[in-house]
């Protein structure tokens, strides 16, 4: 009866929403689950029933078996293989469903015939099609091995979360069949339908799951939370009282309980011996908590308020909450995942919470494809998330989630609004050669990377643009139909579209097809405007807009008055203009005009919106984002230097940038009181973007100590598909070289000029490259040309704590090679060695020559034993390997890692005789740990040092091992 009413509502209400056309599966689960926690293995009956709604005769059924994705070999396997996740359940040699028997159960009981494909897909036969309108009933036996947990599901530390666990009806909708496997990124689509599922666990065992409990116990009284007390004062009676009733159990001891779900589309459960469970309610819908006793102090009293906001939240702005209970649990993984009714966090956070619960909404209630149209749901509640942090946190100071940052970071550093954030990191994102569309299938992505980008960040950031453009009024009103409409079903992008459009009255094709289906950017700048007096104290303002991006918007034009008076008018005349003109009326004479000052319609570059060059300085801390989208960014910070030449030089560092990634440039400027008052050094690079590539050009010059250099480069990157690895990059730089004051690193006075070539493939962990240099006699005030070759490969490879890293390098070279540019077989050459400010300080200043000897710079032949016997050579080879293990952690400010080192190769200063180098020893890897707690901890990030221990030495010309004692050398970088 329950079943036929439903079908009659589901009828009624989309002939009376005029979608009669519209058709949907009807399904419904009956389980019976027995859960052996020691094996870790579920023994399961599934009783199934699915109503073909559809027009069409079904021949064959398809189920998802989810689980069985974790295995060795599977495509799953195979992808995270790929892209470094690690390997599946080692501890298994197989995990997975496995189908005992499929029999049909209308009448007489029938075998059904049944196959697996695609790792995770299972073909059931029907001995008789099924017709329109017509009812499967069959009965499915397995069993279910479980894997140790893995991303979202799995066991755990006596922890099970059990997701996507079951056999589960692949979705049939107009277009067929959804026969998607598991093992890329991307999520998941269901049947809507109804789920009684009953478990059978060890006694003790707490359960969390979606549904409401029809019978049993889920085991939450035992350990329900006095939130009247302090946590540490309830834990400590509780704990011993639970462990008590715990020991008094009979060994085996067992219990039932059973979980009703209804209009759903899928089934999720948690279950653990060592969960608490607090309780909130909202609406007589009731919010269900249960994490570990270790998160205690983070969780308790925190959690089911969030929860409770967020239905309320949710609720009022998208439409009611259908269901009557909400369900968070603290889960084994490290972020979140969402389930009909039930969501699990891998941590405390009021925004986790607040994303979660509404994909109960954005998948839940809108049951989208989620690998069709994978936008529909995480970008909806991205977009929801932020909404909420910044209508409930309106000021900085009431930020959520601060404790990400401490005390100084709060109140001492530049802050932006957590959409200016994201529209920063999004925009480096757009602009670059790997964006893609929104509206795109989840596993056509061509990499992680830009699927979330645009399926969570970008799709989020044009759902805000509409609502904003709209108006909140109107875009709760689109919203309202679009619930009205698809609430419990499966709606497409289209159906949100057409809602919108109704709801609101406008067509708004022109906005979406530009945002889901192209890659360009908004971007309008201010060409110009012209004030004219009309009479009664009455002004007109012409502005003239250009539209530099490719995206076309009504833009809001407004003219800014000496009292800080507004009149705003929109562009009009938009749709595929590139120029275009927006005249305003206002009662007082402009000082101003900005174009989109609110930034509704997410503009690229605000820089050029603005009759005013907006300028804002900062000091400079490492890390620290948060650039102000409608301003220039200048940062400083102090730079101190000392040579005996030059005495102790104060000066500046100050970089530039807009957004953080554009328009940069990077100086420094020293002065002194000594022979060289002042040194400089300036790099500006531009960057074009381009279909599959970028294009870098970048101009350097230097004066140091006397020594002038300069570069003029041009940097190509590529790849073949886009921008899947392996990545390409061709350099051509031309450099000039004035030593007109030799010193200890560059002995020689000379001067020429250098062009090079550098082409380098970078895939994953490895990477090669080659280089050709060359200068003619004529460039220099050399005796003859020269010219140099250059070589290398690298590959890192890491297993848990330990990490294996190598490099092989070649070098040759002819002519008159300078000194200074020469190869060096222990490491960096003396010109890489000048142009290193502590290398050059050390060297330069006398007190300090001692110390220099025991500083290592990696380059050349890397050979770190030889460190203090640097030879310059035109013709080498080596191969350097490094395997480092982290070190246990101490409570040290400071991330430590120790390795061992080994350096083969030769060297030849002709061609017909090579000397043999090896070398061997231990070294220390230091890396900075600490927090920006103040100026000084800030100022001193990022911080890195190496210390090398050389062991043994080894020599052709000796043909002997000489064992070393006592030799040591330090780096502020690491050798590979």
């Known amino acids: 009866m329950k079943m036929f009413k439903r079908i009659l509502f589901l009828s009624l209400s989309l002939t009376t929403l005029g979608l009669s056309g519209y058709w949907q599966q009807d399904v419904a689960y009956q389980m019976n689950v027995h859960l052996d926690e020691k094996d870790k293995v579920i023994t399961a009956t599934s009783a199934l029933t699915y109503i073909n709604h559809s027009p069409d005769t079904l021949p064959e059924i398809f189920m998802h078996l989810y689980p069985n994705a974790f295995n060795p070999g599977t495509i799953l396997d195979q992808e995270a293989r790929r892209r470094g996740w690690g390997s599946v359940d080692p501890e298994k040699a197989w995990t997975g469903i496995k189908i005992k028997q499929v029999n049909r159960s209308e009448i007489a009981t029938t075998a059904l015939n049944f196959s697996i494909f695609d790792d995770t897909l299972l073909r059931i036969i029907l001995d008789q099609p099924l017709n329109p309108s017509d009812t499967l009933r069959f009965n499915l036996d397995w069993t279910f091995d479980i894997h140790s947990h893995f991303d979202r599901s799995g066991w755990e530390d006596g922890q099970f979360d059990m997701t996507q666990w079951y056999p589960k009806f692949v979705v049939y909708d ?60 309830w834990n400590q009676s509780n704990a011993a009282t639970y462990q008590s009733y715990r020991n008094n ?57 969030y929860g409770e906001r967020a239905l309320a939240w949710l609720s009022t702005q998208f439409g009611p909450y259908p269901w009557p209970q909400m369900t968070i649990v603290k889960s084994m993984g490290g972020g979140g995942m969402e389930y009909p009714m039930l969501i699990m966090d891998g941590y405390d956070s009021e925004g986790l919470v607040v994303h979660e619960i509404g994909h109960d909404w954005f998948y ?26 910044e209508n409930r946190y309106p000021n900085r100071e009431d930020r959520m989630e601060d404790e990400r940052f401490n005390e100084f970071e709060r109140q001492a550093l530049p802050w932006l609004s957590r959409t200016d954030q994201d529209k920063n990191d999004v925009l480096s994102y757009i602009m670059s050669p790997e964006n893609e569309p929104i509206a795109i299938h989840s596993q056509d992505f061509i990499h992680e990377r830009s699927y979330r980008q645009n399926v969570y960040n970008k ?62 950017w908004v971007d309008y700048a201010l060409a110009g405007y012209e004030i004219q007096s009309i009479g009664d104290e009455k002004y007109l303002t012409t502005v003239r807009v250009k539209r530099k991006g490719e995206f076309f918007m009504p833009v809001p034009v407004t003219v800014i008055g000496p009292r800080h008076e507004q009149v705003t008018a929109n562009l009009d005349n938009f749709r595929y203009q590139t120029n275009g003109t ?24 605000r820089l050029n919106n603005d009759a005013k060059l907006h300028v804002t300085a900062r000091y400079r801390v490492y ?112 450099d000039y070289i004035d030593i007109a004051e030799p010193n200890v690193l560059l002995p020689v006075n000379t001067a020429y000029s250098q062009f090079s070539t550098k082409y380098v493939m970078q895939s994953g962990p490895s990477s090669f490259y080659l280089e050709l240099s060359f200068s003619p006699e004529a460039w220099g005030n050399r005796s003859a040309s020269f010219s140099q070759f250059e070589t290398g490969y690298a590959w890192t490879k890491e297993w848990d704590n330990v990490t294996l890293k190598s490099r ?93 080192f080994g350096d083969f190769g030769q060297y030849a200063y002709r061609t017909n005789s090579w000397t043999t180098l090896g070398d061997a020893g231990v070294c220390l890897l230091i890396r900075h740990q600490w927090k920006r ?29 000489k064992w070393l004692s006592g030799e040591w050398s330090f780096s502020f970088e690491y050798a590979l």
């Open 174 to 233: 107009k277009n067929g069949w959804h026969k998607d496997p598991f093992g890329d990124w991307g999520e998941f689509y269901g049947e809507f339908g109804t789920f009684a599922v009953t478990l059978d666990v060890p006694e003790d065992y707490i359960i969390g799951a979606t549904g409401v409990v029809t019978d049993g116990d889920p085991g939450w009284v035992n350990v329900w939370v006095d939130t009247t007390l302090a946590w540490e004062e």
């Open 249 to 305: 159990l009979k060994e085996g001891t067992r219990k039932s309980v059973k979980f009703l779900a209804e209009n759903v589309h899928d089934f999720a459960w948690v279950a653990s011996p060592d969960l608490v469970y607090e309780h909130g309610r909202w609406q007589q819908k009731d919010v269900h908590v249960l994490f570990n006793r270790s998160e205690g102090p983070k969780w308790s009293r925190k959690e089911s308020h």
């Open 364 to 389: 839940g209630i809108f049951g989208n494809d989620e690998l069709d149209e994978a936008w529909l749901d995480e970008g909806f509640t991205t977009f929801q998330t932020r909404w909420y942090q």
């Open 459 to 520: 799709a989020s950031l044009v759902l805000q643009v509409l609502q904003r453009y709209l108006g909140e009024k109107r875009f709760l009103a689109g919203m309202h139909l679009y619930y009205k409409r698809f609430a419990l079903k499966h709606p497409t992008a289209n159906d949100f579209i057409k809602a919108m459009e109704d709801g609101t009255g406008e067509d708004l094709d022109w906005f979406f097809d530009q945002w889901l289906h192209n890659t360009g």
């Open 582 to 605: 927006v005249k305003i009326q206002s009662a007082f004479k402009p000082v101003n005009v900005v174009i989109d000052p609110e930034d509704i319609f997410f503009d690229a570059n």
């Open 623 to 734: 890390g620290w984002g948060n650039y102000r989208p409608d301003a220039y960014t200048l940062e400083y910070a102090p730079v101190f230097g000392f040579t005996d030449a030059s005495r102790a030089k104060l000066g500046l560092n100050i970089h530039g940038t807009y957004r953080g990634w554009m328009r940069e440039f990077d100086t420094q400027v020293w002065a002194s009181a000594g022979e060289h008052p002042i040194d400089a050094r300036i790099h500006i690079p531009v960057k074009i973007n381009f279909r599959g590539g970028t294009q870098t050009g970048a101009i350097s010059a230097s004066y140091l100590e006397g020594i002038t250099q300069s570069r003029l480069e041009w940097t190509q990157r590529w790849s073949r598909t886009f921008w899947r690895e392996p990545i390409h990059s061709l350099n051509m730089g031309l």
């Open 808 to 900: 092989v390098t070649g070098f040759a070279g002819d002519g008159d090679i300078p000194a200074e540019g020469m190869p060096v077989t222990s490491g960096a050459s003396r010109l890489e060695q000048f142009n290193n400010d502590a290398s050059r300080y050390l060297a330069l200043t006398s007190d300090f020559s001692e110390v220099a000897k025991f500083q290592h710079l990696s380059g050349g032949g890397n050979f770190r034993g030889w460190f203090n016997h640097p030879l310059a050579v035109p013709y080498m080879w080596s191969t350097n390997l490094q395997l480092e293990r982290q070190v246990t952690r101490f409570p040290l400010p400071f991330d430590l890692k120790a390795g061992i």
């Open 933 to 961: 707690t103040n100026w000084l901890t800030a100022s001193l990030m990022p911080f890195k040092a190496r210390i090398d221990f050389p062991v043994m030495r080894y020599e052709s010309r000796v043909e002997n091992v």
